[in-house]
């Protein structure tokens, strides 16, 4: 393991503990060292989610490794079974166990006839071969292919929102402003809110929604899944800017047969227009033109400059993303050491970036975070949205008073 002078780039084990650990009536088990789901704990805490999952960690000393002895694990899953009753436990492999080939599918498997009213679902990605954003992937596609029943359509239209991950930053706001614009424009509600925002029951019964929303490129393979399954379509991308936004429900629409409500897209128009009237000549005004520059999660960038540049216009700046296996020519991959002497002090015009990167380039308004880990905690529940058209709202809002804050 390398050097790093901030936090190292999370494994996919991370990525599949804080996708399960916000479902409820469910259990999670890591067979592994305590310390790695203390520190699990604490980030999720510090992202601004306390676990709805029961999450547990077995432990393991020098015996259970030289030997391949699985006595705590097992003895574990009785304790939970009997303590918590969930409809499910999660079963999730840590570095050791994982790089000595425990074999936790077998385990599972020789256990569940003890325990038939439990699910037990292992998974792996414990290793160090697996990034975050495989490692969540890779969860909640094994989600979809296991947890939803055959069950009939509901007798109204709902949805599914996929990809709503406590991994990726203010969440929980862009969540809630789309569960808003979709009951807003179309009256319609979510089944579930995969992961961040759901149950084990309302996994169980996805295959009842009419769309599959999915708001992160991880998503779609179980999206994908869930179509074939169930013949439920989807619509993949994430809605920003006001232009984005609308442009996303006309897709939507299409896809239900069922009309965009006017009378809401109009009341969404008329709370933006005193910002969006002064937003462009406002930028458009500077000295010389405005830079942003925006570095996370992939479809979080491009979807932010987009709307920066098209509907704002300003001018895109550096640009990176924190994954290699979603980089391109336009978007390159940056690590740690590659952004920290690209981005300096020195650099110019708008920044959005994580919290590291902002505190390193010494920008003070963490308001401009988009992505973790964060220097601070994002406790308060009612944070304004990126997405959606309160998100427009709020990102223009903000540029204009951080181009202010740098004159």
């Not at 990726?168 to 809110?193: K, T």
Request: net charge negative.
């Amino acid at each position: 393991m390398g050097l790093h002078r901030f936090h190292p780039t999370p494994s996919g084990r991370m990525g599949t503990l804080w996708t399960l650990s916000t479902i409820r009536n469910a259990a999670l088990v890591e067979f592994g060292s305590m310390g790695h789901m203390l520190y699990g704990r604490a980030a999720l805490k510090r992202m601004g989610k306390n676990p709805d999952c029961k999450l547990y960690s077995t432990h393991i000393n020098e015996s259970d490794i030289a030997m391949g002895e699985t006595k705590r694990l097992t003895q574990a899953i009785a304790d939970i079974v009997l303590r918590d009753q969930p409809r499910v436990i999660f079963v999730l492999p840590s570095s050791v166990p994982e790089m000595i080939g425990t074999d936790l599918s077998a385990l599972c498997r020789e256990l569940q006839t003890s325990y038939p009213q439990v699910r037990l679902l292992p998974f792996g990605a414990g290793g160090f071969n697996i990034e975050l954003y495989q490692g969540v992937q890779e969860t909640l596609l094994l989600l979809a292919t296991t947890l939803p029943l055959a069950v009939p359509p509901t007798s109204v239209p709902t949805f599914n929102l996929i990809g709503s991950c406590t991994d990726l930053f203010q969440f929980n706001a862009d969540a809630q402003e789309i569960v808003r614009i979709m009951e807003g424009a179309f009256g319609i509600r979510p089944i579930c809110i995969m992961t961040s925002d759901t149950s084990v029951e309302d996994i169980e019964h996805m295959g009842a929604a009419h769309i599959n929303l999915v708001i992160r490129r991880e998503g779609l393979p179980a999206a994908c899944h869930l179509q074939q399954k169930f013949g439920t379509p989807l619509v993949e991308g994430r809605p920003y800017g006001m232009q984005g936004t609308y442009s996303w429900l006309k897709q939507i629409a299409q896809i239900l047969d069922r009309p965009v409500n006017q009378d809401f897209i109009i009341q969404q128009q008329n709370e933006a227009q005193p910002i969006m009237e002064i937003a462009p000549g406002f930028f458009s005004h500077q000295k010389k033109p405005v830079e942003l520059s925006v570095g996370g999660h992939a479809d979080v960038v491009a979807g932010i400059l987009t709307y920066a540049c098209s509907e704002l216009g300003l001018t895109p700046g550096l640009c990176w993303c924190d994954s290699p296996a979603m980089a391109t020519e336009t978007l390159p991959y940056w690590q740690e050491t590659q952004w920290s002497q690209t981005v300096t002090s020195k650099h110019q015009g708008l920044l959005m970036a994580s919290g590291e990167v902002l505190t390193w380039v010494g920008r003070s308004n963490l308001a401009m975070q988009i992505a973790n880990p964060s220097r601070g905690w994002q406790l308060y529940p009612y944070s304004p949205p990126y997405m959606g058209f309160r998100g427009a709202m709020n990102l223009a809002t903000t540029w204009m008073n951080e181009v202010v804050r740098m004159l």
